[in-house]
């Protein structure tokens, strides 16, 4: 968060935003599934200028062999910036940013994968963000939850994500770079499908109101999210019933 060009108005009078959203809309979602033949299961998401791939791998026998676990599978979250993929190039490799991203978004999953049914084993997620415009880590989370059900890995439900922030002093839903850059608050959140939370992060400044009113907005906008997953998840895997013909 920079601090914001004086004359640079984030949200009209008339309450729209630079891309054109109201404050309770999210951007355009578009989602594929089973992209990369060589992933147990993948899916290629679009979120407004957000790109990004996600390939999962297992459950499959943990290497090294001490990363094993007696009693369930480990679960691996890679986050990973292409360097083309931000206006300035990112750095190739690990930083503390990607590092912190990854272990918040696997421990996002934890309480929804049922490792417990695959002891010694490890499942990889590894997430590519190939063009970037704020909220990759909810955009990543929501394409793992997608390629977690393609690879078949059993899990409770899926799991959605979008953040809230405040912006020229207004809560809105799903920031964009510019009110990520510009704006005086960013909290992204992933829950389940029954609403309960599994990540919260916050940067800036927010009032206990403030914070009651976006997770409002989140709800609202990870209930949309979940349907499009749940539709691309239909679409792979519902066979079509047959129409029986009935006895003469
Ligand atoms: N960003 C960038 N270079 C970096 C890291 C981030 O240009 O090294 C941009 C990128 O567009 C990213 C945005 O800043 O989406 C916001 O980054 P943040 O750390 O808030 O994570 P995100 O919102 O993507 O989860």
Redesign the pocket.
């Known amino acids: 968060m920079s601090s914001k060009p004086e004359n640079l108005t984030l949200i009209t009078d008339d309450g729209l935003r630079l891309d054109g959203r109201r404050a309770d809309e999210i951007r355009p979602m578009k989602i594929e599934i089973g992209v990369l033949s060589r992933a147990d299961g993948s899916c290629y998401l679009e979120w407004g200028r957000?790109k990004i791939l996600v390939g999962v791998f297992g459950p499959r026998e943990a290497h090294p062999r001490r990363s094993q676990r007696a009693d369930s599978a480990v679960i691996r979250y890679r986050y990973n910036?292409a360097s083309f993929?931000?206006?300035?190039r990112?750095?190739p490799g690990p930083?503390r940013?990607s590092i912190e991203?990854s272990k918040v978004s696997r421990e996002a999953f934890e309480p929804v994968i049922m490792a417990e049914m695959f002891p010694k084993t490890a499942i990889d997620i590894f997430v590519e963000?190939l063009q970037?415009?704020?909220?990759?880590?909810?955009?990543?989370i929501n394409a793992s939850s997608v390629a977690l059900a393609d690879a078949g890995i059993p899990m409770k439900g899926l799991i959605t994500s979008c953040?809230f922030g405040k912006v020229d002093g207004q809560i809105v839903l799903d920031?964009n770079?510019e009110e990520?850059?510009y704006g005086e608050a960013?909290f992204?959140v992933a829950m389940t499908q029954d609403g309960e939370i599994t990540l919260v992060q916050m940067?800036g400044n927010l009032t206990p109101e403030e914070i009651k009113k976006g997770l409002e907005l989140v709800k609202k906008g990870c209930k949309e999210i979940l349907a499009i997953q749940q539709a691309v998840l239909r679409k792979k895997f519902e066979t079509p019933v047959e129409e029986v013909s009935e006895e003469p």
């Open positions: 957000n910036m993929s931000v206006e300035d990112a750095r930083s940013r991203i963000v970037a415009d704020a909220g990759t880590r909810t955009a990543a953040a920031l770079k990520d850059n960013d992204p940067d």
